[in-house]
């Protein structure tokens, strides 16, 4: 493994082009233009060209032109993130529609009831656990596949980890005649909890790890932005990992797990318990940091939980770039934060550098440019370390 | 013992009124289209709480519980995103500057924005506890963030006919012995404004223990919100709940799905009557309704006016 690997957490936006073919609207020659401008950016040429003859039909598009559309967006996305230096790549989850819903949509047991605010104007839509969950179809083979045939770069699959799933979820099945405000059903209630947290991991999560696993995926992170959104439940999202990852942490694959917007200081000491089973903790930071250059910890307020991650023989992927703004970070900030990690943590090999979030609100413009920087950021932190990367 | 209904807290947008928020987001629609969304989906909640004691316009139009006030209270700005509490949905931080003021030349305006009459029933509103507040702003203490919003409130008090405080921090968070101080204060003198109108405390996410409990029935406010979702009612039980006070009894469960019973919840309203003898009890959510879908939410509300007005 090379020191300070660079990878995306997983999403990036659906392009306009391929949002309004799929969902019958009209596309506007501003549309047309940005598909033109990637397929000429990224070098695609008869793949642009193909999509081009799909957009400028506007009408009657068939099933299948809308499977090209999305192998397309699948493959522009792999692309782009290849031409901005990522060392593992995925295809920004242009097969998926969200992350929960992705995974709820292939799974018996649930019930999608309508949408609930995240944040200002951004929904996702919920569904509750109605009878006990199984899996309908593995829900990430055929991406894996995808994009496997994309690029000879190292991939790594994000995958919607079992407490997020839950956490996110409501609970009819589990829960159901069980009781409120008093504690023998505080009580019941946790039992339902776990035991529904059991479940996703075991017979949705764990299969479809295993699944990829057996197509040859060697870097796997587990999406898990719920894990400490309740103080009293961290140790059961710890042992929701176990669950999930069991015995095929005995495998090749490199484990991953990503946090974010969380108050990371009650995972400890908790994680642990993941020690010998998860390699890299990946969480956001750069969403709390200043914008000042320097290495100094009044100016690196974003990151100072990289205090209490020392002590652990985890790898640690650090957020060096706000997925909620436009702000573009210079390079030389995305070095500082580096470099003012790698200070602490005393070892350039057990430091990943990705950005916050998934990418999924910022335009491809966008988020290209802030890839770019943060890997000439990358860039110019092993320079100033020595390391070949 | 009289039963009072009523909802709290930011309800959930329908989803038509989501996707034209959405749409409006993206330059689809305009500020017109976006406003009478937002007057159709208010007018659908308005007619969805006929029959319930209290009514409000369900905050349809925040963005979150602070945001308005950014609009309002000069060098206040907004700033990243935090989680809110124990939940899936962020609030943005507010950033107090130097010298904040409330800007009175648009406080008319923005209440008449912000607060809007229902049909019937008692009309409240709905306001973030400044412990809430301090909770996602930076730069400001409780004592600064208590003073403006106890000017704001003041503006708000002679349009409505009670005032909600949501207030998760004191119960989830904690209070110093200094913040009980500032929050008495609060607390007694917006009662003071409000005379007999009356001033509701709701607590939420998490069970407040003796001390907590001794302190909030102590708050010269009329009634306490409890989550029964997270409070059991045995803590409770340690305590001689004044009979001068009321409980809101947060029994919906705003966090889950499931359709209460209506048994169910009048036997629990029952117990906490008959144990407790409060003066009167608010039966609610137990926290804001907007982490439901609205299909959901507007479900639960049906089994809460199906309630008795007594028990």
Same mark, same amino acid.
């Given at each position: 493994m090379k020191p300070l690997v660079t990878h995306e957490i997983g999403s990036l936006a659906k392009p306009n082009w391929r949002v309004k073919l799929l969902t019958g609207r009209p596309l506007t020659d501003t549309d047309i233009e940005d598909a033109k401008y990637w397929a000429t950016q990224l070098g695609l040429k008869s793949e642009g060209d193909e999509l081009l003859s799909i957009l400028h039909?506007?009408?009657?598009?068939s099933d299948q032109d809308k499977q090209r559309v999305i192998h397309i967006s699948s493959l522009f996305a792999t692309k782009l993130l290849e031409r901005a230096g990522l060392d593992l790549l995925f295809?920004?989850?242009?097969? !998926?529609?969200e992350m929960y819903e992705h995974v709820i949509r292939n799974v018996e047991g649930f019930k999608f009831y309508g949408h609930v605010r995240s944040f200002d104007n951004k929904y996702y839509r919920r569904a509750a656990c109605v009878y006990r969950p199984s899996l309908k179809?593995?829900?990430h083979l055929d991406e894996f596949n995808t994009v496997k045939g994309f690029t000879s770069k190292p991939i790594k699959v994000p995958v919607t980890g079992a407490y997020t799933v839950v956490d996110w979820s409501f609970d009819e099945y589990y829960m159901k005649n069980v009781a409120i405000g008093t504690r023998t059903a505080h009580e019941a209630r946790h039992v339902a909890r776990v035991r529904f947290l059991k479940d996703v991991a075991e017979r949705i999560v764990k299969p479809n790890l295993k699944s990829l696993i057996d197509a040859g995926a060697k870097y796997i992170q587990l999406d898990e932005p719920?894990?400490?959104?309740?103080r009293d439940e961290v140790g059961n999202f710890i042992d929701t990992v176990i669950w999930t990852i069991g015995e095929l942490k005995h495998t090749d694959v490199f484990w991953s797990i990503h946090i974010c917007? %969380?108050? $990371?200081?009650?995972l400890f000491p908790h994680i642990e318990k993941l020690q010998g089973i998860v390699h890299e903790l990946h969480f956001e930071y750069a969403n709390r940091d200043?914008?000042?250059?320097?290495?100094h910890p009044d100016v690196r307020?974003?990151?100072?939980v990289i205090n209490q991650l020392k002590g652990y023989n985890f790898v640690v992927g650090i957020g060096?770039?706000?997925?909620?703004?436009?702000y573009v970070e210079p390079p030389e900030l995305v070095r500082d934060r580096i470099l003012y990690v790698v200070d602490i943590i005393g070892?350039? $090999?057990?430091v990943f550098v990705a950005p916050?979030?998934? @990418? !999924?609100? !910022? %335009?491809w413009r966008v988020a290209y440019q802030k890839l770019r920087n943060m890997v000439e950021g990358r860039n110019l932190a092993a320079r100033e370390l020595g390391l070949t990367v | 013992m009289r039963i009072y209904k009523s909802l709290n807290g930011l309800y959930p947008r329908g989803e038509k009124l989501i996707k034209v928020t959405r749409d409006y987001d993206r330059g689809r629609v305009d500020e017109t289209q976006l406003v009478e969304a937002y007057e159709a989906d208010m007018q659908a909640l308005f007619k969805l709480q006929e029959g319930l004691d209290l009514q409000y316009d369900? @905050? @349809?139009?925040?963005?979150? @519980?602070?945001?308005?006030f950014v609009e309002i209270w000069d060098t206040v700005r907004v700033d990243g995103l935090v989680r809110?509490?124990?939940?899936n949905t962020f609030f943005r931080v507010i950033e107090f500057g130097d010298n904040v003021r409330l800007n009175e030349s648009q406080i008319e305006p923005w209440v008449d924005k912000y607060f809007h009459k229902p049909h019937g029933g008692l009309w409240f509103a709905y306001l973030p506890a400044p412990t809430l507040v301090r909770r996602f702003a930076?730069?400001?203490t409780l004592k600064v963030i208590a003073d403006i919003m106890l000017e704001t409130t003041h503006y708000i008090i002679p349009k409505v006919d009670a005032i909600y405080f949501g207030d998760? %921090?004191?119960? $989830?968070d904690g209070v110093s012995a200094d913040d009980m101080q500032v929050l008495r204060k609060f607390y007694a003198m917006v009662k003071r404004e409000l005379g007999s109108k009356l001033l509701l405390l709701m607590t939420y996410f998490a069970s407040p223990d003796e001390e907590k409990l001794n302190f909030l029935v102590s708050l010269e406010v009329d009634a306490i919100g409890l989550d029964f979702v997270h409070t059991e009612?045995?803590?409770?039980?340690?305590l001689r709940w004044p009979h001068d006070k009321g409980i809101a009894a947060?029994?919906?469960?705003?966090?889950?799905?499931?359709i209460e019973s209506p048994n169910a919840v009048i036997q629990f309203v029952q117990m906490l009557a008959e144990e407790l003898n409060p003066q009167f009890i608010v039966v609610t959510g137990? %926290?804001?309704?907007?982490?439901?879908p609205r299909t959901c939410a507007d479900k639960k509300v049906q089994v809460l006016k199906s309630l008795p007005k007594a028990i």
């Open positions: 039909k506007r009408k009657e598009i295809d920004g989850e242009q097969h !998926r529609i179809r593995y829900y719920a894990a400490t959104t309740k917007f %969380s108050n $990371y200081s009650m200043t914008k000042q250059l320097g290495r307020i974003g990151y100072d060096t770039i706000d997925v909620h703004t436009d070892d350039p $090999y057990r916050d979030c998934g @990418l !999924r609100t !910022r %335009s | 369900g @905050l @349809l139009n925040w963005q979150d @519980l602070l945001r308005p809110y509490y124990e939940t930076k730069g400001a998760p %921090s004191l119960v $989830y009612y045995e803590v409770l039980k340690s947060g029994v919906f469960d705003t966090e889950n799905s499931l137990s %926290s804001d309704w907007h982490f439901l």
